[in-house]
């Protein structure tokens, strides 16, 4: 586990507690930077894994395909050339 997933793990906890938090006390403003603080921390876990998958070296384009049908996010194509020179 590297920075990036362990800044995840904080931010979403961070995240939960606040988004309760505020759920429990009507506090619109504190449940929103709960949201915010869970969404920082899926990017810094998206960011530890695409590190995780570069450093492997394997299935980065997939890996990333992935990552992008599950943050909602399109991309048009993602292309990775595997030639050897």
Known sequence: M????????????KGAIKDTAGKDTGDKELQAEGKMDKAKGSAHKAAGDVKDAVRKGTGTSNFLQKVARKGGLLFA???HNTKSK
């Open 2 to 13: 590297d920075k990036e997933h362990v800044k995840g793990a904080a931010d979403k906890a």
């Open 77 to 79: 194509s993602v292309s």
